[in-house]
Every structure is written in structure tokens, then in C-alpha cells.
Nanobody, 123 residues
Framework: EVQLAESGGGLVQAGGSLRLSCAASGFAFADYAIGWFRQVPGRERERVSCISPSDMSTYHADFVKGRFTISSDNAKKTVYLQMSSLEPDDTAVYYC????????????????WGQGTRVTVSA
């Protein structure tokens, strides 16, 4: 059974930090790009960050560059998103995803999704 199990969301004040984790199982981890999207009500799901475990290449959306860092522990099949200098606009449900095509920005390209973890940043 394919699983992407997210954890690490919560409530934090602006300027604070959180680390999200995504533990993968049930598929060939090294063959997929693993990353994060986020979504707020009424808006489309948007790509935040992504990593290819095979070569550790990464992608970060412009609105998180310099604040968020994605990394992968291939032995644990777990991807992390370290989020710093959080802003109220970062409030969203964050979804882990796996994509065979690589780090694209398209939600419809994702092969697998996690259940999501909520991040709330207070002003």
C-alpha cells in the first residue's frame, strides 16, 4: 500500500519555524520526485518545494526561497521541509506528493498524495 505520511504541522507565531516530515512507503522512493504543495480555501493547490532523491536536486518556489529548505533522508525514505521566517501568508494545508515525472508545478501530474498537515501562522 502506498503511503505518504505527513507530520509536523501546527500553530506558530510569525517569524517562527516548523519542520514538516513526509514518510514514504509502498513505492520505489528513488524513482520519484517528492515534494510539497499547499492549499488555502478557495485557491488552487500550489507547488512549494520538491526534491529528487536520486540526485538531490531541489526546487523551491520564489515565495519561499531563502526561508524554506527541502531535504531527503533516503535511508529513511523521508523528506523534510524546514520552514523558517514563517509569515501569516504561509498559513495553509501542506500536502506531500510523489511524482514520477520529476519536480513539476502541476498538481495533476502527482502520482500520490498524503492527507495533508495544517500550518497556521499567527501575526
Amino acid at each position: 500500500e502506498v503511503q505518504l505520511a505527513e507530520s509536523g504541522g501546527g500553530l506558530v507565531q510569525a517569524g517562527g519555524s516548523l519542520r514538516l516530515s513526509c514518510a514514504a512507503s509502498g513505492f520505489a522512493f528513488a524513482d520519484y520526485a517528492i515534494g510539497w504543495f499547499r492549499q488555502v480555501p478557495g485557491r488552487e493547490r500550489e507547488r512549494v518545494s520538491c526534491i529528487s532523491p536520486s540526485d538531490m536536486s531541489t526546487y523551491h518556489a520564489d515565495f519561499v526561497k531563502g526561508r524554506f529548505t527541502i531535504s531527503s533522508d533516503n535511508a529513511k525514505k523521508t523528506v523534510y521541509l524546514q520552514m523558517s521566517s514563517l509569515e501569516p501568508d504561509d498559513t495553509a494545508v501542506y500536502y506531500c506528493s510523489a511524482e514520477i515525472l520529476g519536480c513539476t508545478e502541476a498538481p495533476y501530474h502527482q502520482n500520490y498524495w498524503g492527507q495533508g498537515t495544517r500550518v497556521t501562522v499567527s501575526a
